[in-house]
């Protein structure tokens, strides 16, 4: 007796189909894409006032003077990198009621000049209370 067996066809893929697929896929995504262009850095000049000369002095004033490498010094006295906050409440317990003036060079990178102000404030020291003179570059 023959029992009736079903034939076995081999599953395919259409291949060739897949492939047209593929490539109208990358030839689509070649299309689209947009590179990207080098960006051009901000550049921001700091403002500058002209001072008014003064036969009279109304506030003796500490200077913190950052040049423009980024190096920080305060009252003359060089503050290593990431010590600003340290020294500044230091200098507040010495010197109590003693104000201070920022004295920036006009090429210090902004994100400093932002470091310099963030050390202020963690010192308990309010920004508006420390008025900023910009140095412009010596010929």
């Given at each position: ?18 492939i ?12 689209s ?5 080098p ?33 920080v ?67």
């Open positions: 007796m023959q029992f009736h067996r079903p034939t076995r066809s081999l599953r395919q893929l259409p291949i060739v189909s897949m047209d697929i593929l490539f109208i896929l990358l030839i689509f995504f070649i299309v894409t947009q590179f990207k262009k960006r051009n850095v901000l550049r921001i000049e700091l403002p500058t006032v002209r001072e008014v000369p003064s036969e009279r002095v109304t506030d003796a004033r500490s200077v913190i003077a950052v040049d423009a490498f980024g190096n010094t305060l009252d003359g006295l060089k503050v290593p990198d990431g010590l600003l906050e340290a020294y500044l409440i230091a200098y507040q317990r010495q010197n109590p009621g003693r104000k201070l003036e920022l004295e920036a060079d006009r090429k210090l990178p902004l994100e400093r000049l932002l470091a310099v102000w963030d050390s202020l404030l963690k010192a308990g020291i309010q920004i508006k209370d420390v008025p900023a003179r910009i140095r412009l570059p010596e010929p």
